[in-house]
């Protein structure tokens, strides 16, 4: 008979599907990410913070690897990223903590290089007319089809010249149990960090699975 928890590589079992950490693949997350884009590491962001009101704070909620967290993270990117989509020059969000009252949602918003006339203070400033001007369920009970929430501020944020040169910030970012397979590889548009079974790149052959 099947494990009652299939999922490997530190995956979390959801009821009929294994969902993965960053960066690994794979029905059990058996496998390492294709490629990973290390570009938004390089590029500006906004900083937010967001409160969602009919969610309870848990205390595994404060453990980025529990499974409590995961799960709000999850709910809640989804939930950005349907806000986002439309906003020229976005990339994504990361969730970076999660704290009491109700919960209160640390995150960023990773973006594309902005035109040399464009603000990113102002950007910012968009952002957060973006997040609360966004539709919400009429039921804001803990039992509501979706997150009621309000954002409380957006900071502008470049970021720095990293400390660590490409192949380290590659071994950082890969999975712990595949960081040795993992070397960079600069584009026009950023920064990858690809294997030899990535497609197009050089040194690349075709690793069927795996």
Avoid: K
């Avoid at 704290?99 to 640390?106: F, I, L, M, P, T």
Wanted: proline share 9%; glycine share 8%; hydrophobic share 35%.
């Amino acid at each position: 008979p099947p494990s009652p928890d299939p999922c490997l590589n530190g995956g979390l079992w959801v009821g009929t599907a294994c969902l993965c950490p960053p960066n690994m693949d794979g029905p059990r997350c058996e496998f390492g990410a294709t490629t990973i884009n290390l570009t938004a590491e390089l590029g500006p962001f906004v900083a937010m913070v967001a409160r969602v009101t009919n969610r309870d704070f848990s205390e595994d909620m404060g453990d980025a690897s529990a499974p409590g967290h995961r799960r709000f993270a999850e709910e809640f990117s989804r939930t950005m990223d349907g806000i986002y989509r439309n906003v020229p020059g976005y990339r994504g969000i990361d969730v970076l903590s999660l704290s009491r009252g109700s919960v209160v949602v640390n995150y960023r918003i990773r973006l594309r290089p902005l035109p040399a006339n464009a603000s990113l203070e102002r950007r910012a400033l968009e952002l957060l007319a973006v997040t609360n001007a966004a539709s919400q369920p009429h039921n804001c009970s803990p039992s509501a089809d979706g997150l009621c929430f309000t954002a409380t501020s957006a900071r502008a944020a470049r970021a720095t010249t990293p400390a660590l040169n490409d192949t380290e910030l590659c071994r950082r970012h890969a999975p712990a149990n595949f960081s040795r397979f993992y070397f960079p590889h600069r584009t026009a548009h950023g920064l990858l960090c690809v294997t030899n079974c990535t497609l197009n790149v050089p040194g690349a052959f075709d690793c069927h699975r795996g």
